[in-house]
């Protein structure tokens, strides 16, 4: 099994460009995250969404956007790129257990701005 | 919002020794989750919990709801458990709206 599989794991974009951090999951999971993580510091949750077609603002969503066309697919867009979007990313998807919910993360996108 | 609040931050240990990493949090959870992240690897889950214990191979998770406190064990430990461990909680409204996470316990086992 794949699980969830981000593409591309490294990345070094100039400010002001743009760029899609892609997301897919083949475990039929409603529930998909984009996080990031910075040094010294928890993930922070940047967007949700809880099924095709359903998105959500998370803690930090400045400076982005997502979709969620497909069960499967849940891509990040960078409009104009800032060095403050220097972080790793992760997406991971989950499901609702009886209580809780079992979670699933990708591999990370190390992401530099210059 | 809850906190979550991780000790220690940093851990160095010899192999073999007993390991012990707490992780207190302020709002009341329906799960809380403990997560491995191997130096510029992936996160990978460990453990689930929502009450009690559990325990897989020479790791084990407990957690004391009413004093809003676990503790992830590494038994007999070896320098391939050298990683950052993360505690996570899902709000008690549900999981589908993201884990909130600690900042991490780095730790390091020396041959």
């Known amino acids: 099994n794949a699980g969830v599989t981000q593409t591309p794991k490294f990345r070094i974009l100039k400010i002001g460009q743009s760029m899609t951090l892609q997301c897919t999951q083949d475990?039929?999971?409603?529930?998909m995250y984009w996080y990031r993580q910075d040094p010294g510091m928890g993930l922070k949750l940047i967007y949700y969404?809880?099924?095709?077609?359903?998105?959500d603002k998370g803690e930090v969503p400045n400076g982005y956007n997502v979709s969620r066309s497909t069960t499967e697919d849940f891509p990040l867009r960078l409009e104009l790129a800032a060095p403050s979007q220097t972080s790793v990313y992760f997406c991971?998807?989950?499901?609702?257990?009886?209580?809780?919910?079992?979670?699933?993360f990708g591999q990370g996108t190390r992401l530099t701005v210059v | 919002k809850n906190e979550v609040e991780q000790s220690p931050q940093n851990l160095t240990a010899q192999e073999g020794e007993f390991i012990t990493i707490n992780c207190s949090y302020s709002v009341g959870i329906s799960a809380l989750h403990w997560l491995q992240q191997h130096p510029g690897g992936g996160i990978v889950s460990l453990f689930m919990l929502s009450s009690g214990k559990k325990k897989h191979g020479r790791l084990i998770a407990t957690i004391n709801i009413q004093e809003k406190h676990s503790s992830l064990h590494i038994t007999a430990s070896h320098p391939r458990d050298s990683a950052v461990y993360i505690c996570a909680v899902e709000d008690s409204g549900g999981g589908a709206d993201g884990l909130t996470f600690g900042k991490g316990t780095h730790l390091i086992i020396q041959p």
């Open positions: 969404s809880v099924g095709a077609g359903i998105t």
């Open positions: 991971a998807s989950s499901y609702p257990l009886i209580r809780g919910t079992e979670a699933f």
């Open positions: 475990m039929n999971h409603n529930y």
